[in-house]
């Protein structure tokens, strides 16, 4: 029977890497740290506050980033591979096993390393104005947008959703990165406005970061389950809008002794998903439900949850310090992470998708939580931190050195811990900490009496190495002990240990580094 994975089909958006690189080359030479100083489009994301301190400006630039992650699976043991006797079993009848596996030999892809090598491009374009409101004489009003542009692409999105266990083996068989680096080319876009004070020491800004998807609503009629290549379909498709708000806020011309050269910011970034209901129907000829007194119509109805584009809640805090006498202006930034909260694509919390499900109507809402593992311990509510992702503290730093008038020479250090826990169990979201180093260069120049700005940047990212080894206690054994020949009612020698197509088990290593190269071109209006 044609499966019900045809029944939904999202067009989903991972989140942007730009919120993690910076949104413009001005931004991706000095580290992403733009929460004190910053004076181009990017800030609209990084601090929505810093548009009021800088003049009304129009930009147009590129990025590229070459990465080169890798997951590199362990060799199996003996024994653990599937084999093709669970056809000749009563393996679907066992409870808690709603799930079927599939004999290894048969798996649509065979299990293998993860790759991540192709080259990305963005077109970036931005700018702000002030509409006239700057005469007023009530402070400095700004509004502003920026928009990136995959152009490596045909689609607006191509993107990619995964199983994080061993239910990936009807698919791709593989292990994704599960926040760094393996993001699909999307078209993000953040627009605001921002306001400061006449005496120019306190400035406010409000952006929104903007996330679009569709999503696919099938109906299938099959005339003749006999023939599995032959269907009729309708189809509806739903338009869904994220919004993701910004607040910003920066203090700085403290007309106060030192505190002059210090500004000090603050943004909150409230976490984003696109939450998402698909679904569909499917309905055979001559398929019906049994009755006494008449027939009843058998529809295989299914509802998909989706969590897309998940970027958590983030709190940042800046103190930079600029020296106007030498040229110098740094900042450094804290920011915490909140991915307590994350779900995964499949609309569900890493850590229940550690346990295991004891039958297929279990109700995941129910607290507590009550499953068992492969020697039947019981995990419960109490044990659920142990795969839950974990909040995160990062750090960016920032610094610029004007050395002659109007030229610039930046760098930057980025440091962001993984929040995903050891993952010795079931699941296998692939992720280790990351650290950036960065350089970049910044010129104002004139022709006639026009003024233009320019500026280039390189990123260096490296992903540590770490290692995963999985427990075997915690790995669903797809063929179990106890399953007998359908037959001859005898048990199966071969169903006897762990036989498993997780393709995570029995451990993997992820690391890898990745190139950023931008630059950019700017009109002050």
């Known amino acids: 029977m044609v499966g019900i994975v045809l029944l939904t089909l999202p067009q989903m958006a991972q989140a942007s890497p730009l919120r993690l690189l910076g949104y413009d080359a001005q931004a991706n030479g000095s580290g992403n740290s733009q929460v004190s100083f910053g004076s181009d489009s990017g800030v609209l994301f990084s601090n929505p506050a810093l548009m009021s301190r800088y003049p009304t400006k129009m930009t147009l630039g590129f990025l590229l980033y070459k990465p080169n992650f890798n997951v590199s699976l362990m060799k199996k043991p003996d024994g653990t591979d599937v084999p093709i006797t669970i056809y000749d079993s009563n393996a679907g009848t066992v409870d808690g096993l709603q799930d079927r596996g599939l004999p290894t030999s048969e798996l649509p892809v065979a299990r293998g390393n993860t790759t991540v090598d192709d080259l990305r491009a963005y077109i970036i374009a931005g700018g702000t104005q002030d509409f006239g409101l700057d005469k007023l004489e009530i402070g400095t009003f700004r509004f ?100 993701r708000p910004i607040v910003g806020i920066q203090v700085g011309n403290i007309p106060v002794d030192v505190l002059e050269y210090f500004s000090f910011g603050f943004v909150f970034r409230y976490r984003n998903f696109l939450d998402v209901d698909g679904g569909g129907e499917l309905m055979l000829w001559n398929y019906s439900e049994a009755n006494d007194e008449f027939k009843i119509p058998k529809r295989a109805g299914a509802s998909v949850a989706q969590a897309q584009d998940f970027e958590p809640t983030e709190l940042a805090w800046s103190l930079g310090a600029q020296v106007p006498e030498i040229g110098l202006t740094t900042q450094f930034v804290v920011q915490m992470n909140l991915w307590e909260d994350y779900l995964d694509t499949r609309h569900t919390y890493p850590h229940y998708q550690a346990y295991f499900p004891p039958s297929p109507y279990y109700n995941w809402d129910t607290y507590p939580w009550t499953a068992t593992d492969a020697n039947g311990q019981a995990l419960t509510s109490k ?68 003024q233009f700005t320019a500026d280039i940047a390189v990123q260096f990212w490296k992903m540590f190495e770490r290692k995963t080894y999985k427990n075997p206690n915690e790995i669903v054994d797809e063929f179990p002990d106890e399953s007998t020949n359908l037959t001859t009612g005898e048990v199966i020698p071969e169903a006897q240990g762990l036989q498993t197509n997780n393709p995570g088990f029995p451990g993997y290593t992820v690391d890898g580094w990745m190139l950023v190269t931008s630059a950019s071109i700017g009109y002050i209006w």
């Open 383 to 450: 044990s659920a931190s142990d795969y839950k992702w974990q909040n995160t503290i990062s750090m960016n730093f920032g610094a610029d050195y004007e050395y002659i008038d109007g030229f610039e020479a930046r760098i930057g250090w980025m440091y962001y811990p993984t929040p995903v826990p050891a993952q010795t169990g079931r699941t296998n979201y692939a992720d280790a900490d990351t650290m950036g180093f960065t350089i970049g260069h910044g010129f104002e120049f004139g022709i006639g009496e026009q």
């Open 144 to 243: 502003g947008m920026i928009g990136a542009f995959p152009v490596d692409s045909k689609f607006l999105a191509r993107v990619e959703s995964y199983y994080p266990h061993e239910l990936e083996q009807y698919f791709s068989n593989r292990i994704h990165l599960a926040r760094f680096g393996q993001w699909d080319p999307v078209v993000n876009g953040v627009l605001g406005m921002s306001y400061m004070e006449p005496n120019n020491i306190f400035s406010i800004g409000l952006s929104a970061q903007i996330t679009m998807m569709t999503t696919a609503n099938l109906n299938i009629y099959i005339p003749d389950a006999s023939v599995q290549d032959y269907s009729l379909v309708n189809a509806g498709a739903d338009i869904q809008v994220g919004i």
